[in-house]
């Protein structure tokens, strides 16, 4: 019986969630492009389009219309690193020889610097939430550990109480891959926990009596409502700047570079494999002494 292109996306799923242990996002990510490049081909073709027979020209074909489409060149490198991956699981599973994206180059994004806040911009957002209800003291103990810790949305999201050792002072931490860290607990993020802690609602069932931040139904809080929280605060609070919840990751490690904290220290802290991922938060504090010292030269 022929596979569908969709069976194939599924078999490949599957694989780097459990073979290569990537998080929901990122193999939804992976598994979204393919789908959609794979939907472009067979729309043209009207049929569905058997994987095993792309070619490298069809890739090519594909990857050379992004930018005719608006795709910015970080998502193009994203997309083609997501095609060179199907493939190279089509390879293992025996179902084609050779790899199609081969020699197929990726385009180059520049090095995007995140946006980062301010001390003070940091310091107005989280004064600026009404800690006189339950969900003012949820959204407090959130902001402090996005910044106080430096966790990505996910993580705040699905942050166990049971991860939590206030009196040593540190969480433990589930990230990408499955790779656990320890991130020391600041007191103010300490404080907050505790305070909402306090008040924090009956959860809805057994799967959310461990989680940590629930919503107004018991039940784990969304990256998405995080989100729209951040959001709604800065705004209360007068920050114009665009941002996410990852601008406090971003702002965390930003300015403990500038205080003088070790790359690697930063590197363990935030979770990355890779110091390089780490060194963008170096080229931020260098952006922002460049600019003192041309706001401040006398030629300038």
């Known amino acids: 019986m022929l596979k569908t292109s969709e069976q194939f996306i599924k078999g490949y799923r599957t694989y780097l969630k459990i073979e290569r242990g990537m998080s929901l996002n990122t193999y939804s990510s992976y598994c979204s492009d393919i ?11 009207g049929t569905d389009i058997d994987p095993r027979s ?20 970080r998502s193009q490198a994203r997309i083609l690193s997501s095609m ?26 520049g090095r995007h610097l995140p946006s980062v806040l301010s001390v003070e911009e940091v310091d107005s957002i989280i004064s600026s939430v009404d800690t006189s209800t339950e969900a003012g003291m949820r959204d407090r103990a959130i902001l402090e550990v996005l910044y106080g810790c430096g966790l990505r949305v996910s993580e705040a999201s699905e942050l166990k109480i049971s991860c939590i050792y206030l009196d040593e002072g540190f969480v433990r931490i589930v990230g990408k891959g499955d790779k656990e860290r320890l991130v020391p607990l600041g007191e103010p993020a300490r404080e907050a926990i505790i305070n909402y802690l306090s008040v924090r609602r009956e959860p809805a069932d057994r799967a959310s009596g461990d989680i940590l931040f629930l919503n107004k139904s018991g039940k784990r809080l969304s990256r998405v409502s995080i989100f729209n929280m951040v959001k709604k605060q800065a705004a209360e609070a007068g920050i114009a700047k665009e941002l996410s919840p990852h601008t406090f990751r971003h702002s965390f490690a930003t300015h403990l570079i500038e205080g003088g904290a070790d790359l690697r220290v930063v590197q363990e802290m935030l979770g990355h494999e890779n110091i390089l991922t780490t060194e963008i938060y170096t080229h931020i504090d260098s952006s922002k002494w460049q600019k003192d010292i041309m706001e401040h030269h006398p030629e300038a």
């Open 35 to 45: 789908r959609e490049f794979i939907s472009c081909l067979s729309s043209e073709s």
């Open 54 to 73: 792309i070619q490298k020209e069809d890739i090519s074909e594909y990857v050379n219309s992004l930018p005719e489409r608006d795709v910015s060149k």
């Open 84 to 109: 060179r991956s199907f493939f190279k699981w089509l390879m293992l599973e025996g179902e084609i020889k050779e790899n199609p994206c081969d020699g197929i180059a990726s385009p180059k994004p």
